[in-house]
């Protein structure tokens, strides 16, 4: 019988879109993916990890000590660290935690069949696979779809990251950038499209910088998109440095490609984005977004931004809020500064705001964002809006969610008032938004 894995996946969508390779590298290799921990009792539980902030570690190290309990019922139970964290601390984590039997890096998966056989034939044994390569891009190796609802899934455009943002570990952690031969990523897309995918969304940590000879992200996009106008296309995440207006025009011209930009802010003050190392000013953004509203006058805007960098005065403060007044985003992802060792800011800055003061200067970002979703969701109440039916509300049975273009989830009866067919996941309907939350939009089929 062959043995079997258990993937546990923390951090961001690259690292989700990484299980799914890991997995196909490991069937590949003969072992059986479990879809839960218990009652299936894995041989192996592989926790990818994140290591963007202190808190993301200090959770994955507390689920590291709780498998412990399991590994004394179940001893052959074997644990391996993958992703960002394995790649920042490499044998320091397992000196730390003597119940990990190896660490593999983001770039180093191929070598997972290879690494579980050695800790299997040496009892008590601790391996680190942690080399970063510049070619990698897993191109060849189809995804097995972990996460997925059969609907909706990631594609892996590139890899790594240079920008070198001052407190970002990524680089350190997921090496140098490099693009994926294009011809790999439109038939991966294709090949999900006729499974009955309707969503694929394409990831890099800066998908404007992707490059290929004769194909940057504009002609990505646009042949991606040219699949079929059933296929909805999304990507993330975007640097404001690199948005082009040939990337707006593209999307202008295909509907499919949806009506949702993550751009990355950071801060709402010139001084901290220099500080930071972002390579833009508050006005270079602001021209980008006005250039969005420009080619896309229904795109969504969301962002991430960090309170208390090194520095960070209550005037640069009051300008991130300023911004956020100025962009008014329907969404954002909203961060505390966290030091991270071998930075640039942690060579070179102090992490100098006390922590109270970081936690207040979030909580005014975050009060002040509710209301501007609140208040920017208010004005879609009328509106009708085509959504990609996703399945049953968390909340309720009765109900259906879905996202429509602008990523807004939707959550709606399974059957129109005035009677019909009911929806079913993985075909589109139109909905109708009777009321809402700062969250979400309720509504009605049409
Ligand atoms: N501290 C806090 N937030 C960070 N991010 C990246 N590094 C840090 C850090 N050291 C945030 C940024 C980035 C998002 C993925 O995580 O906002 O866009
Ligand atoms: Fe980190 Fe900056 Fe790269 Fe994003 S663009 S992953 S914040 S270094």
Same mark, same amino acid.
């Given at each position: ?43 192996? *539980? ?6 963007? +902030?202190?808190?993301?570690? !200090?959770? %994955?190290?507390?689920?590291? /000590?709780? $498998? ?101 570990? *990524? ?6 950038? +490099?693009?994926?031969?294009? !011809?790999? %990523?439109?038939?991966?897309? /294709?090949? $999900? ?254």
């Amino acid at each position: 019988m062959s043995e079997k894995i258990y993937i546990e996946t923390y951090g961001c969508q690259m690292n989700f879109a990484d299980s799914e390779v890991v997995g196909a590298i490991l069937e590949g290799a003969g072992y059986t993916l479990c879809a839960s921990l218990e009652p299936e009792t894995p041989d192996f *539980v592989l926790i990818n990890t994140c290591a963007i +902030r202190d808190n993301a570690e !200090q959770r %994955i190290r507390h689920r590291v /000590r709780e $498998l412990r309990a399991m590994q004394g019922r179940h001893k052959n139970l074997r644990i391996g660290i993958l992703g960002c964290m394995a790649e920042r601390l490499q044998n320091r984590l397992m000196a730390e935690e003597d119940n990990v039997s190896f660490v593999c890096g983001p770039d180093a998966y191929r070598r997972l069949p290879d690494l579980l056989q050695q800790v299997r034939s040496e009892a008590g044994s601790q391996r680190a696979e942690v080399e970063l390569s510049t070619t990698e891009t897993y191109a060849d190796i189809e995804p097995v779809r972990l996460a997925s609802n059969g609907i909706s899934a990631y594609i892996s455009i590139m890899r790594g990251c240079q920008n070198y943002c001052a407190y970002c570990v *990524v680089p350190y952690t997921r090496g140098r950038e +490099r693009s994926r031969d294009p !011809q790999t %990523i439109v038939d991966e897309a /294709r090949t $999900l499209f006729n499974r009955g995918y309707r969503e694929v969304t394409l990831l890099g940590q800066n998908v404007n910088s992707y490059s290929w000879p004769d194909t940057g992200f504009p002609e990505l996009m646009d042949r991606v998109a040219s699949i079929d106008p059933a296929l909805r296309v999304r990507f993330a995440t975007s640097h404001p440095k690199d948005l082009s207006d040939e990337l707006l025009q593209v999307m202008a011209a295909h509907p499919n490609i949806c009506r949702c930009i993550h751009l990355p802010v950071q801060s709402g003050s010139n001084r901290m984005l220099k500080l930071m190392n972002r390579k833009y000013t508050v006005e270079w953004y602001l021209d980008r977004v006005d250039a969005i509203r420009r080619y896309l006058p229904d795109c969504s805007i969301t962002t991430d931004v960090i309170a208390g960098f090194s520095t960070e005065t209550e005037e640069d403060h009051l300008a991130t809020l300023d911004l956020f007044r100025r962009v008014r985003y329907d969404y954002a992802y909203m961060f505390k500064y966290s030091l991270r060792e071998g930075t640039y800011a942690s060579r070179h800055m102090a992490d100098d705001i006390p922590d109270e003061e970081k936690t207040r200067r979030l909580n005014e970002i975050i009060t002040l964002q509710g209301q501007i979703a609140l208040e920017n969701n208010r004005t879609e109440i009328g509106r009708e809006y085509e959504v990609l039916v996703e399945g049953e509300s968390h909340r309720s049975k009765e109900r259906l969610f879905g996202r429509n273009s602008q990523n807004k989830v939707l959550v709606f009866d399974r059957i129109p008032a005035a009677g019909g067919p009911e929806a079913q996941p993985g075909t589109y309907r139109t909905v109708r938004v009777t009321d809402c939350t700062a969250a979400t939009l309720l509504g009605e089929l049409v």
